[in-house]
């Protein structure tokens, strides 16, 4: 009975945890982290796995950390620059984001973007993230960024 209890307590903090908060200006919050709304995602995004969801989400939100981190699943091939572009190809006329679906099929670019927002929480800077990028994923491929 105690051990229920326990299991009952950690699964309820665990779902307020996962379920995060929501921000005035469209955007939601996860763990503290700046997310775009799940909403103006393409269908298929929002049918992926939740760690892939969020990986968009953070993408489409953190353009200024995104475009600054590699990726190294060999995307550079099809015209990407940074981690950012395996989400993001655009924003139309309006800044409505375009997004990409290339990182729906793509583990790398999600890994890369998970351990992004791993060390953005540990409060880890741009740089520091783009040399622990590079020194783990660099074993894959080559770089999309110089």
Known sequence: MKRLSFFLLFMSVLAGLLAGCRSGEG??????LRMA??????????QAPAVVRQAYQFAAANSEIMTQIPCYCGCGAVGHTSNYACYVSGTDASGLVQYDLHALGCSL?????????RMLRQGKVTAEMRAFIDATYAQYGPSNMP
């Open 27 to 32: 955007e939601t919050q996860v763990h503290d």
């Open 37 to 46: 709304p799940l909403e103006g995602t393409p269908i298929e995004v929002q």
């Open 109 to 117: 670019c999600v890994d890369i973007t998970l351990d992004v927002m």
